[in-house]
């Protein structure tokens, strides 16, 4: 995880630096104003995979003398047939429609979202019986 924030940390570098050219030479707000944040973002990210490396054991990927099959094992549980994923992207697209179309359209998107969103996180806690 240390290389993974170096390389976070390298490209808020580069993007502050492109920042900087791109607003002076161009004197556009909008562009200007989404690279710094994007430098922002890249930050967080680096300092927090710098700072979460230090409290974890190394990772095969810090060893340089690691094979690819040093990394193998279980990455973790994915849900394999979840359909409240589809719910939050409906509620989602709505969502953004509103944005255009009218504010009256989040009356409909919101109840959507807030429905996948409670189904996708308490997808596996509904008990034994309704699992059959």
Do not use: C, H
């Amino acid at each position: 995880m240390k290389i993974q924030g170096k390389l976070f940390i390298w490209l808020a570098v580069f993007i502050l630096a492109i920042a900087v050219i791109y607003g002076v030479w161009s004197k556009e707000a909008a562009g200007t104003t989404a690279l710094f944040m994007a430098f922002g973002l890249s930050i967080m990210i680096g300092f927090y995979l710098a700072f979460t490396a230090k409290r974890i054991d190394a990772g095969a990927q810090d060893n340089k003398e690691a094979d690819v099959a040093d990394d193998a094992g279980e990455l973790g549980f994915f849900s394999p047939y979840s359909w409240w994923p589809l719910a939050l992207g409906v509620g989602g697209a709505l969502a953004f429609m509103g944005i255009v179309f009218g504010w009256w359209l989040m009356y409909f998107s919101t109840p959507i979202i807030v429905l996948g969103l409670f189904g996708w996180v308490f997808e596996y806690y509904r008990g034994e019986t309704q699992n059959q």
